[in-house]
């Protein structure tokens, strides 16, 4: 099991990740949903975020731009689809290459003793081949190191403060 504890659950074309940050839930809160710092977490190491859009309201849309050290662009983007801040977040997603192949993800924050937080994210699918497609695509890998950044940056912002 790694980091980001997924379980796939194909009968309901569906999987969950969690994780667990050292950081309050507010301030969990605000990382996801700060245009100004989802660029410092948001995709991989070797690569650099553009947020595009983040109208961070429910119909409001998103589009980040992820250009790799290859010089690659790699478009995603959704619609906010329910938010109850500081508790969840949902929207669409959709890599932009593969049109139509759109998934949801449901973000629960879920405040833990000691000032923890976790994240619970369910990721539900449209059809077994979207989902397959996705957890073929390397996302376990993309998302433990996202989230690896994620931590890092909630601690940088910890000592800052």
Do not use: C
């Amino acid at each position: 099991m790694g980091k980001n504890n997924l379980v796939v659950e194909r009968d309901q074309l569906a999987f969950t990740m969690s994780r667990v940050f050292d950081a309050p839930r507010d301030l969990v809160w605000k990382v996801y949903i700060d245009p100004a710092l989802v660029p410092q977490w948001w995709g991989r190491r070797d690569s650099v975020t553009n947020v595009d859009k983040m109208d961070v309201r429910v119909g409001g849309e998103w589009r980040y731009v992820e250009k790799g050290a290859d010089g690659v662009e790699h478009a995603f983007r959704g619609v906010y689809t329910e938010i109850h801040a500081p508790e969840l977040l949902a929207y669409t997603f959709e890599y932009e290459p593969m049109a139509g192949h759109v998934s949801v993800d449901t973000l629960t924050f879920v405040a833990l003793p000691g000032g923890k937080t976790r994240i619970d994210i369910r990721t539900t699918f449209n059809s077994l081949e979207d989902m397959e497609g996705m957890l073929q695509s390397g996302m376990e890998e993309g998302s433990t190191e996202l989230y690896d950044r994620l931590e890092e940056l909630l601690a940088e912002i910890q000592l800052e403060g």
